[in-house]
């Protein structure tokens, strides 16, 4: 059978027949032994039990990380992307149109409030406005006047400072209702509704529920809103934070503040989803050490698009430094020690007319633990094709068979 169709099983695994080449002996009536081979150990596997052993191969890996570092920490909300959303008036809680866990969209009214002094800055909006008005037409009529010198200077003087004062206090009376939660086109409304010869406050153009409104899209992460609650101003109802991007704040021990850089690549990994790794962006690292934790906080900005990660969720980051050097890297649990030796499960190359496959120990120099393996030093060439999974078994079915040492038959 054919190395590379036993490959392309779904668990390639390895069948165990104890194989070996034992020393030739020596000539009859030789006195002299014959000289000693370095045991090498091996296995002659048949396809069947490659299924049978859930062992799994594949190419030498290589990597041009030259260091890593392993930060604890936990997520937290995006700041940037977070709203803590509150009225400046204080009010009764009228309508709650939003609760936890609703997304949202910039602009949307989460609640409505009856508030006083909502009231009263539409009403001084319009008395503002009308005043504003009348003034306007004023300094018009004088301007003419002017024109025919119907009218002394002074008093035209008058007119303009008196109109001037009126548009000031009109825009300031705006910019309040602005700040309110009240929208520039809700405010042309009001504008339609003045008729100059009136009082404003005879007019029904004023409406007492004051509209809440997220400034950014979204989710609800907290609601406080009660429905008929009194709301103080300044008091926050909600807060509304965009879970695509999230914060990974991170601690650094002293020893590995030479090795910070925010330039490096940063991924986070959580036991949750064990099999991911998220990539991220540094963006902070704090000028000072914690006194208590002896730590210093690195901030990293964490793309969250499919809404995997949740805020708070603990996480260990790992902050990787690049080389211009290409090194060899194999799974950690592809290097076994066997009889004190360090050394990775080959496949050999494929002999014609063998129905075996031959799996062979080779002696490793093992170097730095990274989180996508270990690093090699020495004794592979980057051309093999490794066990990567269940080399822990292949050692045991050796040093059952061989009591650890030569060959298994």
């Not at 048949?46 to 570092?69: F, H, K, N």
């Not at 936990?74 to 959303?85: P, S, V, W, Y």
């Not at 004023?138 to 010198?149: C, H, K, N, P």
């Not at 129905?355 to 020495?378: F, K, T």
Request: overall charge negative.
């Amino acid at each position: 059978m054919r190395v590379d169709a036993v490959m392309s099983r779904v668990i390639p695994t390895l069948f165990l027949l104890a194989s070996c080449s034992p020393g030739a002996p020596g000539a009859e009536g030789d006195n002299e032994p014959a000289a000693e081979e370095e045991p090498q150990h091996e296995l002659h596997l048949e396809s069947q039990q490659i299924q049978d052993w859930g062992i799994r191969v594949g190419a030498v890996g290589r990597t041009t990380m030259a260091a890593e570092l392993t930060l604890p920490g936990a997520l937290t909300l995006d700041e940037n992307r977070t709203a803590m959303i509150a009225p400046l008036v204080e009010g009764q809680i009228s309508s709650v149109r939003a609760d936890v866990g609703d997304r949202v969209g910039p602009g949307q009214i989460l609640a409505t409030m009856n508030s006083p002094e909502f009231t009263r800055a539409q009403t001084e909006f319009l008395q503002a406005f009308a005043r504003a008005e009348l003034s306007r037409t004023d300094f018009q009529r004088a301007q003419s006047l002017r024109e025919t010198r119907a009218i002394e200077e002074r008093e035209f003087l008058r007119r303009q400072a008196v109109y001037e004062q009126a548009l000031a206090e009109r825009r300031a009376a705006e910019v309040v209702l602005n700040s309110l939660g009240l929208s520039e086109d809700r405010i042309r409304e009001l504008e339609r509704a003045v008729d100059v010869n009136l009082a404003p406050q005879d007019l029904g153009a004023v409406e007492p529920p004051l509209p809440i409104k997220t400034p950014i899209g979204g989710v609800v992460i907290q609601r406080h809103a009660v429905l008929g609650e009194h709301a103080e101003a300044g008091h926050t109802l909600f807060t509304v934070s965009d879970i695509s991007s999230l914060w990974a704040r991170l601690d650094a021990y002293e020893d590995q503040m030479a090795y910070l850089d925010p330039s490096a690549e940063i991924v986070i990994t959580t036991s949750v989803y064990p099999d991911r790794e998220f990539p991220g962006k540094i963006t902070f690292i704090a000028d000072q050490i914690d006194e208590q934790l002896r730590t210093v906080r690195v901030r990293a900005e964490i793309p969250n698009s499919d809404g995997a990660l949740k805020p708070n969720m603990y996480v260990q980051g790992f902050l990787r430094l690049q080389s211009q050097e290409e090194r060899l890297v194999v799974p950690a649990d592809a290097i076994q020690l066997l009889e004190g030796h360090h050394v990775v499960f080959v496949l050999m190359p494929e002999v014609p007319g063998e129905s075996h496959i031959v799996i062979r120990a080779l002696d490793v120099e093992p170097g730095e633990a990274l989180s996508i393996g270990r690093i090699i030093e020495s004794g592979l060439s980057g051309q093999e094709t490794i066990v990567t999974e269940g080399a822990f078994s292949l050692k045991a079915e050796l040093t059952k068979g061989a009591g650890g040492h030569g060959h298994v038959h």
